[in-house]
């Protein structure tokens, strides 16, 4: 009797761990990576590539939302083709500048997704409305992570950079002229999956300190025909950690039935050093680290 019980126990967790599955999402700025060596405003060298593509073994995520990255070629020197399927946003390219310090001229950036292969996905593309039809914006990239009959939208975010005040429509400043353009694209994107029931998860690099709770911006996206709806945010109770900007400006935002998916205490910034109160800037493999949450079909 005690072992048809065991056996029975066996069976039903076995079946109970078949019926549900979890995604690692990351966000990573990765701050100008260049396909090519010695290129671009933060010019790499082989040594620096490997660095990456050893840290980004440590991640163990499913799905990676990326920033300032120029190429899928770029993409693939730290996130392997064979491991990977990479997509990178149609943006037409932008014309160069002056790198500030180093005089080399800079790359494309742009958004993009790494999926681990295995992981089926259905490819959106890009979300140009977030570029407001100007030269240097980002688009968003868009894609759908399917688990069974259950579908996660996702899309990687780049917004406009230096707009850091609390309510950007106070601002005179053109960073936050532009900012506060993009803002209604992406709350109306967001009440779309909310009216539809359809969960997703916007991350990336927002250059906005949104989980502050009375950031106009985040107001915002909680607020939906005057009343308040429900959005998890994976740097709610996280700090950033560049040592001298501690206020996180990368998010993973969860909504339309998405927050609910997500795995108490998963979410995590992942430092470059394992001794993360003492990591320097120096020590950075770029300028934003890695920000994670799991989620749970």
Known sequence: MKSRFLVYVVALMVLLSSCSSKVHLVAWNMEHLAENVGEGC???????YEKMRVFVQGLDADVVALQE?????????VFPEKDWNIIVSDRPASSSYDCRGNG????????????????KYEEVGGFKELALDREGLRYGLVA?????????????????????????ST????????????????????ETRIEEGRPFVLLGD????????????WN??????????????????LKGCHPRYPEPIDHIIMGAGAEKMQVLGSEVVYYFTERQEQMTQEQMLSDH???GVTLKF
């Open 144 to 168: 759908k992570i399917i688990y069974r009959k259950d579908t996660l939208e996702i899309m990687s975010v780049h917004m406009k950079s230096g707009c850091f005040v609390e309510d950007y």
């Open 42 to 48: 933060l010019p790499r060298q082989e040594s620096d």
């Open 171 to 190: 601002s005179t400043s053109r960073a936050c002229e532009v900012f506060e353009r993009q803002v209604p694209i992406v709350d109306q994107w967001v």
């Open 220 to 237: 915002d996206l909680t607020e939906m025909d005057g009343k308040r709806v429900v959005l998890g945010n994976s740097m709610k109770v």
């Open 104 to 119: 080399q001229k800079s790359t494309q950036q742009r958004v993009g997704l790494a999926i681990r292969k295995g992981l």
């Open 69 to 77: 990255v120029e190429s899928v070629k770029a993409v693939a020197r």
């Open 289 to 291: 680290c890695p920000i």
């Open 206 to 217: 927002f250059n906005h300190r949104i989980a502050n709770p009375k950031n106009r911006f």
